[in-house]
């Protein structure tokens, strides 16, 4: 066969933009050449890469308007070329009883199904683990670090609260579809034992399996394993092992440059919405040393100029060309506390429309090197710069690159979910993005 040099081989769907440069870096790593896009492109004008990866902002809206979104982001591409899909959401299966990775999940195998035929993707596995960020699966339950995801924190997400380790039977209330689970025994035998176990799963009319992992070697062996597949599911872990798939046959050529970026010259700043603990911890680090104005969701919703307030502390920091740090990041307690008086999602997108109007902000007094903390509001300040398609760089830190937008004058921007990321991402991110990013 012939190495692939235009046309894409693997078409992701990702629920949220952070989401998707963490899938978009495993990809990178692997040499592949790897584009994100902000939402499902206008034109189906083919995009030189040997991935696509669509950024959706789907995770927490309703289920029909995510399956709705996906399909879309199906068919674009579909248009593309692409041989083989992936439905990539967060390591912590962050979702509700409601959805929304059933939903979508079964919604994709069945568009899938109708074109390749009756059983050609009637099955696909679940596999959000990441041992690299301490995300493993055994037994069908999800731990994070040494502690079952249900005591990880995550049962105090504000939006998608994580009460059942299960993913089996997280998984199984979100979907009329028969769920079973690829266990470790499995595995643990490697390729072909997988497979086997696959056939079994399908035999017995199960058409979405959690995989069991622990290591970066099963994800390997699972990504072997799922070669085959139409679709398949997860965390960007299960990444890792679908590079070599292509190569194997002679559809992708090793890419030395994958990681390439252009220079980006600028000014650089900090913007963090999320609440979790790693980003708490982020953002108590920075404070320590670093500049920082907290934007106050109760202030601006009593019709306070909080993006005004954050400007005027940011301008002497930018005639000085020194990064600051504007963070809406809280305490759980702090966060509930918020919520109860605006709502949950009134809080969620009041945080996330003042975080992108200060990006704008920012963006017109000379900022071109942006850090971001937390999926939604990633996904906010990206629309609010305008932003379409991003190019994928070096790693970070695990599960999140350096990415630069496409165009003539080029914005440089480190997309960091959450949960990510080191205690001194900020700082790491800003040396990466000034020196790494070219």
């Known amino acids: ?10 078409g992701c769907i990702a629920d949220d933009f952070t989401g998707a440069t963490d899938l978009a870096n495993m990809l990178v790593r692997g040499g592949m050449r790897t584009v994100q896009t902000i939402g499902v492109p206008a034109s189906n004008e083919t995009v030189e890469a040997d991935a696509l990866v669509v950024a959706l902002k789907s995770r927490t809206i309703p289920a029909a308007d995510a399956v709705a979104q996906s399909l879309a982001a199906l068919d674009w591409l579909r248009a593309q070329g692409c041989r083989q ?6 390591s912590t299966f962050d979702s509700t009883d409601a959805g929304n990775i059933g939903p979508v999940t079964d919604a994709l195998l069945d568009a899938l199904s109708a074109e390749a035929g009756a059983n050609a993707a009637a099955f696909t596995i679940a596999c959000p683990a990441f041992p690299e960020n301490g995300r493993t699966i055994f037994r069908g339950h999800l731990f994070v670090g040494d502690t079952l995801l249900n005591a ?5 997400h504000p939006l998608t609260p994580m009460r059942d380790a299960n993913l089996v039977s997280v998984l199984q209330r979100q979907t009329e579809s028969k769920v079973g689970l690829v266990r470790y025994d499995a595995v643990a035998q490697g390729v072909s034992a997988v497979r086997v176990s696959f056939d079994t799963l399908r035999n017995d009319g199960v058409r979405m399996a959690i995989a069991d992992a622990v290591s970066d070697a099963d994800l390997y062996i699972l990504g072997e394993a799922c070669a085959d597949l139409t679709l398949i599911t997860g965390g960007s872990g299960i990444a890792l092992g679908l590079p070599a798939n292509f190569r ?7 890419q030395g440059d994958a990681a390439q970026l252009p220079q980006v ?3 650089s700043a900090v913007l963090a919405g999320s609440a979790s603990k790693a980003t708490n911890a982020q953002v108590a680090e920075w404070r320590a040393t670093r500049p920082a104005f907290r934007v106050d969701p109760l202030a601006a919703a009593r019709g306070e100029n909080v993006v005004e307030q954050a400007l005027a502390f940011a301008q002497p920091y930018l005639d000085k060309a020194e990064p600051m740090l504007i963070y809406a990041t809280a305490t759980p307690d702090e966060v509930k506390a918020v919520q109860r008086q605006l709502g949950v999602n009134e809080a969620g997108h009041l945080v996330e429309n003042t975080l992108a109007a200060i990006a704008r902000g ?3 007094r000379g900022v071109r090197k942006f850090v971001v903390a937390g999926g939604e509001t990633s996904g906010a300040v990206v629309q609010a710069l305008d932003v379409h398609t991003l190019r994928i760089g070096a790693q970070i830190d695990p599960g999140v690159p350096a990415t630069a937008t496409t165009g003539a004058e080029p914005l440089a921007l480190a997309l ?5 990321g080191t205690t001194d991402f900020f700082e790491k991110a800003l040396r990466h993005l000034n020196g790494a990013a070219q």
């Open 85 to 90: 899909f992936f439905f990539k959401y967060c």
């Open 1 to 10: 066969m012939t190495a692939n040099t235009t046309r894409a081989l693997l």
């Open 362 to 364: 920012l963006h017109e």
């Open 248 to 254: 194997r046959a002679g559809l992708l050529n090793e």
């Open 265 to 267: 010259n600028g000014l």
């Open 416 to 420: 960091k979910s959450g949960n990510f």
């Open 152 to 156: 990880s924190g995550m049962e105090n």
